[in-house]
T-cell receptor
């Protein structure tokens, strides 16, 4: 069974702080990694994709991938109340099936 | 910006009835998916579809489920005889290429009574 694990939270950070979200996965053959944001009652919305080890930055977001440790993370700098949502980690190995974690709920307090 | 569209947004049905959920993927995308999310739970893979055939399906996708691409734009999920446990949000998604990012539709909330 291929698993994607996330701390369910909630993770509470003050406005302007850095939020750090973590994800581990079980399938060493995984090749593509994604972070989605999901507001309550809405569909997942892509934030970042990462395919190789290291860091990838896009605006206030940085994704980090360590395949040896089977670990992917998302940093959100200068967190805003509008960032409050559930963040889903998604992983795929065979390109036809994405596995999602259960998500980490982030609360950014003004 | 191109988007995946789903209809209806809400569907209420009686147990044992058939439902068809409809999706229009992004026009130049080649890979199509159905996922579902039971309230408070994770997004679960149901099926992927490429080149007019199912490329992978999960254990959830049993004989009561079927998918079809009846024309060049629509992608449908049929549930033949709905059960109470089929109540969930059903998301259609598409991607441009294998392993590339998924773009999700806004979902159909299915309630089986």
């Amino acid at each position: 069974q291929k698993e994607v694990e996330q701390n369910s939270g909630p993770l509470s950070v003050p406005e302007g702080a850095i939020a750090s979200l973590n994800c581990t996965y079980s399938d060493r053959g995984s090749q593509s990694f994604f972070w989605y944001r999901q507001y309550s009652g809405k569909s997942p919305e892509l934030i970042m994709s990462i395919y190789s080890n290291g860091d990838k930055e896009d605006g206030r977001f940085t994704a980090q991938l360590n395949k040896a440790s089977q670990y992917v993370s998302l940093l959100i700098r200068d967190s805003q109340p509008s960032d409050s949502a559930t963040y889903l980690c998604a992983v795929t190995s065979n390109f036809n099936k994405f596995y999602f974690g259960s998500g980490t709920k982030l609360n950014v307090k003004p | 910006e191109p988007e995946v569209t789903q209809t209806p947004s809400h569907q209420v049905t009686q147990m044992g009835q058939e439902v068809i959920l409809r999706c229009v993927p992004i026009s130049n995308h080649l890979y199509f998916y159905w996922y579902r999310q039971i309230l408070g739970q994770k997004v679960e893979f149901l099926v992927s579809f490429y080149n007019n055939e199912i490329s992978e399906k999960s254990e959830i996708f049993d004989d009561q489920f079927s998918v079809e691409r009846p024309d060049g734009s629509n992608f449908t999920l049929k549930i033949r005889s709905t059960k109470l446990e089929d109540s969930a949000m059903y998301f259609c998604a598409s991607s441009a290429g294998s392993g590339e990012k998924l773009f999700f539709g806004s979902g159909t909330q299915l309630s089986v009574l």
